[in-house]
């Protein structure tokens, strides 16, 4: 059975740091990423991390987390990571890990594409 599941999320004040983990059972993913959904809003991309070669992987971000979130990955451990520094109130959302078998960058950054979901986790930022 396929799992992802999510863990890190929490209370910060705006400026904080916090590291989310998503812990893959199962099952290895070509690409793998995070969502995030505020009250009355779409789920939206944050970050991805895709397989580009044996040992070689990419990172990409939306441009509203560039510079202030890092996502990586540990293939010993299934598990892939974003930190997320000088967070900002509109950071708030629950967060939701996305793990998919397609590499390519065709459908990277949309929620559609990816078939497997962990059940998320609550990142609030208080000003």
């Known amino acids: 059975q396929v799992q992802l599941v999510e863990s890190g999320g929490g209370l910060v004040q705006a400026g904080g740091s916090l590291r989310l983990s998503c812990a893959a059972s199962g099952r290895t993913f070509n690409a793998m990423a995070w969502f995030r959904q505020a009250p009355g809003k779409e789920r939206e991309f944050v970050a991805a991390?895709?397989?580009?070669?044996?040992?070689?992987?990419?990172?990409y971000y939306a441009d509203s987390v560039r510079d202030r979130f890092t996502i990586s990955r540990d293939n010993a451990k299934n598990t892939v990571y974003l930190q997320m520094n000088s967070l900002k109130p509109e950071d708030t959302a629950v967060y939701y890990c996305a793990g998919r078998d397609e590499p390519g960058l065709t459908g990277l950054r949309s929620p559609a594409p990816y078939d497997n979901w962990g059940q998320g986790t609550q990142v609030t930022v208080s000003s």
């Open positions: 991390i895709r397989r580009g070669g044996t040992y070689t992987y990419y990172p």
